[in-house]
């Protein structure tokens, strides 16, 4: 787990762990903290329940994270009219502001409501939405709403709106790691400490 501080560049504390919980970042957070720094904002990927965790600090979920998210349930090329409009307007978020895309969003769900609400009876009798994916990227937008447009709401403490910053670090890491492939976990593990200070 890396913390980076977006505005200078600094990594401000690293920690191997065997898998990412909430719990460990906001550990992470308070030792942050306990070691004189102000957090002025977050930033991150939006594992659930973690936008929520930060009671006093601004949250942005990382925009990039979300258009992602929403081309899994719809692809690069969705087929459906109502997709296609819902992909084009999510490839809008990194270019737009707060109003106005919640404003195309509101939009686009009074159009599309009703077929958003088609269902069928499968051969047991239980009825189904007709369009699940198109639903759980609606949903997926819904829900994150609240944490797409941090940096607009804030727009005096310059919080980015992605993590590519700390996303290129570790794409860096990687492909270093991948030219000393033969290091044992414990050599590894000493890269790419070294690999964070520098």
């Known amino acids: 787990m890396v913390f980076k501080d ?25 030792e942050i903290i306990r070691r ?18 930060f009671d006093n600090i601004p949250v942005q979920y990382c925009q990039f994270h979300q258009v992602k998210t929403i081309r899994t349930y ?5 087929k459906l009219q109502a997709s296609i409009e819902l992909w084009e307007l999510v490839l809008l978020l990194k270019k737009t502001d707060k ?8 939009q686009w769900i009074n159009k599309w409501k009703t077929f958003l609400d ?3 009876t499968d051969e047991k009798g239980k009825k189904t939405y007709v369009h699940r994916k198109l639903r759980s990227a609606h949903q ?25 910053a700390l996303d290129g670090h570790f794409a860096d890491l990687k492909n270093k790691l991948r030219n000393h492939n033969g290091l044992s976990e414990e050599r590894k593990k000493r ?8």
């Open 191 to 198: 890269f790419i400490k070294e690999f964070f200070k520098a």
């Open 140 to 164: 997926s937008l819904k829900n994150n709403l609240p944490w797409l447009f941090t940096w607009y709401d804030f727009m005096d403490l310059n919080i980015p709106n992605t993590t590519n």
């Open 36 to 53: 004189g720094v102000k957090i002025q904002s977050i930033i991150c990927d939006g594992r659930k329940g973690l936008l929520t965790l």
């Open 6 to 30: 977006s505005i200078t560049g600094t990594i401000l504390f690293t920690q191997f762990v065997k898998q990412e919980t909430n719990q460990l970042y906001l550990k992470g957070v308070e």
């Open 74 to 78: 719809l692809t690069k090329k969705p």
């Open 99 to 106: 109003d106005s895309f919640i404003g195309g969003l509101d």
């Open 118 to 120: 088609e269902r069928k």
